[in-house]
């Protein structure tokens, strides 16, 4: 596995809810540069960190992650991953992720199970 596999990826929402793989996870991208996320992965972020830390810790992580690219939700994503959600039966939430990396044709990395199996997704082990 080579760095030039995963030219673009989103999965900044592990690095801060305690994975134990981000370690492995960072040393495939320098900065930001190739780091998307979707708006949903900021709003979990958010809330996982305001209820287990507190609201400031949570709105710093917020900044950082707003240091990749943040891809807004459009119609045409919101579409694709309602479909999405439908076909695989998964909630709407890890859908509209999954409509948003292929939007540009990035890769999710993951512990989420929601995704296990899916194209384009690195699945890590928890």
Not at 64 to 93: C, D, F, R, W
Request: proline share 1%; charged share 20%.
């Amino acid at each position: 596995m080579t760095a030039n596999e995963f030219s673009r990826f989103i999965g900044m929402d592990g690095i801060f809810c305690g994975w134990q793989k981000c370690k492995t996870l960072c040393t495939y991208y320098s900065g930001f540069k190739n780091l998307v996320e979707s708006i949903i992965n900021v709003s979990e972020v958010y809330k996982k960190i305001s209820q287990h830390r507190d609201e400031n810790s949570a709105i710093q992580a917020i900044a950082v992650m707003q240091q990749a690219e943040v891809l807004e939700i459009t119609s045409q994503i919101a579409i694709e991953g309602s479909k999405i959600s439908i076909q695989n039966k998964i909630p709407m939430a890890d859908s509209l992720i999954i409509a948003s990396a292929r939007s540009i044709g990035a890769k999710i990395w993951t512990q989420d199970y929601n995704f296990k199996g899916l194209d384009n997704v690195m699945f890590f082990k928890k």
